[in-house]
Nanobody, 111 residues
Framework: VQLQAFGGGLVQPGGSLRLSCVASGSTSTYWAMGWFRQTTTKHRELVATITSGGSTDYGDSAKGRFTISRDNAKTTIYLRMDSLKPEDTAVYYC??????WGQGTQVTVSS
């Protein structure tokens, strides 16, 4: 399985971004994928996960502001991030469970 992430960039506080992660190769019919993020001073932390069946889970920092969704036909997940804060600045990584990581995409929230 290979992952390719899209959608990072620079956004002002209070703004929105949508990240996409496409899985290709030997993907399973039943899968779980997610988004994690990492800064230079913190460990990689959970943002959100989703299964092919639609079950979701969110890290505390994402609850109420971020929404994870999926397109099973494309084995693609999305992360809609609203009300972004400077502390959301990080490299966001996509994970195809249990251990295939994408290359990361930088999200910077700054005025």
């Amino acid at each position: 399985v290979q992952l390719q992430a899209f959608g990072g960039g620079l956004v002002q506080p209070g703004g929105s971004l949508r990240l996409s992660c496409v899985a290709s190769g030997s993907t399973s019919t039943y899968w779980a994928m997610g988004w994690f993020r990492q800064t230079t001073t913190k460990h990689r932390e959970l943002v959100a996960t989703i299964t092919s069946g639609g079950s979701t889970d969110y890290g505390d920092s994402a609850k109420g502001r971020f929404t994870i969704s999926r397109d099973n036909a494309k084995t693609t997940i999305y992360l809609r991030m609203d009300s972004l804060k400077p502390e959301d600045t990080a490299v966001y990584y996509c994970l195809y469970f249990p251990h295939v990581w994408g290359q990361g995409t930088q999200v910077t929230v700054s005025s």
